[in-house]
């Protein structure tokens, strides 16, 4: 059984993939970093980590193997309990346990697996096809420190040009103040024009302004306010009940889910285009575990618990 392929297959869809009286791999998105001192950009990722304490089934992973390799669901999980077992005895051993392209795994001192996470893939799909890459330095203030240091070395200075005075120029003055009376008089008659416009605009103004207050409507009836109450299905764990291919017959078993007293919904399309139905969603893992055993138990043990946000 090639586990780590299966591991890695979810790693890219989910956020924890359990597997099971083993532990836990998780992710976190990690935003896009510069490194200051090479100028290496590197993409957002997902950060990959193992928690030992967490080794509840949650049916995904078994789900997952059934599916790829064609068999029914116990016989999965018996085939994944024996490859545990073999797994656990290695680590017992001393020996280190390489998953490919997820990391190694090793039991320390006391007793507790460590993890070294592997970096050769992103499991973000959001950052498909980014790599990192190296960004020549920014030169821009050695230039300017450059450029200062040249206007220090030669000045710039500015010499005033010397001018004969001409006997013309008297004219040409006395036919500027002539200009400028005539100007002055058409100046006044500009601004009374204005001024006229300003005056007549404020008027226009306020005999709009009275027409829009007389046009105020009153409503003395006001209809009565209605309330609404929507209860809203919220929380990243939800157990699903099947998955359609016709959309029409998710809503069918939504409606029958609805019937038997469940807060089914749909919870989208999944990567084969099959429409998933919930029998409910919650917000906190132990809930939705408890739940899940309950639903198996009673109604269906083809159930499992899927971990998606839907905002």
Request: net charge negative; proline share 3%.
């Amino acid at each position: 059984m090639q586990l780590e392929h299966y591991i890695s297959d979810l790693l890219y869809r989910y956020d924890c993939v359990t597997v099971p009286e083993f532990g836990s791999f998780l992710t976190q998105r990690k935003s896009a970093q510069v490194h200051d001192s090479t100028n290496a950009f590197y993409p957002p990722k997902k950060q990959l980590s193992f928690n030992e304490q967490i080794q509840n089934n949650d049916g995904l992973l078994v789900r997952y193997i059934a599916d790829v390799e064609k068999i029914p669901f116990e016989t999965a999980a018996q085939n994944l309990s024996k490859r545990v077992k073999s797994l656990k005895s290695y680590l017992v051993e001393g020996e280190t346990l390489s998953f490919e392209n997820i990391g190694e795994l090793i039991l320390n001192n006391e007793g507790k697996i460590e993890f070294n996470p592997s970096y050769h893939l992103n499991y973000l799909t959001d950052a498909f096809g980014l790599s990192q890459f190296v960004s020549p330095a920014v030169t821009r203030v050695v230039y300017k420190e450059e450029a200062e240091t040249i206007e220090r070395v030669i000045p710039i200075a500015v010499t005033p040009e010397k001018r004969q005075s001409k006997s013309y120029l008297k004219y040409a003055a006395i036919a500027v103040v002539a200009l400028g009376l005539a100007g002055f008089g058409f100046n006044n008659y500009v601004n009374t024009v204005a001024q006229h416009n300003q005056i007549a605009q404020e008027e226009a103004n306020t005999q709009l302004d009275s027409q829009i207050q007389e046009a105020t409507f009153v409503i003395s009836n006001p209809l009565p306010a209605i309330t609404l109450n929507v209860n809203k299905q919220t929380g990243n764990y939800h157990i699903v009940a099947g998955a359609f291919r016709v959309e029409e017959n998710s809503d069918k078993k939504v409606a029958e889910l609805q019937e038997q007293g469940f807060k089914a919904r749909k919870i989208g399309a999944n990567q084969y285009g099959l429409h998933q139905v919930a029998y409910a969603s919650y917000t906190s893992r132990e809930e939705a575990n408890n739940a899940l055993n309950s639903i198996r138990t009673e109604q269906n043990k083809d159930a499992w618990l899927l971990i998606k946000s839907l905002d």
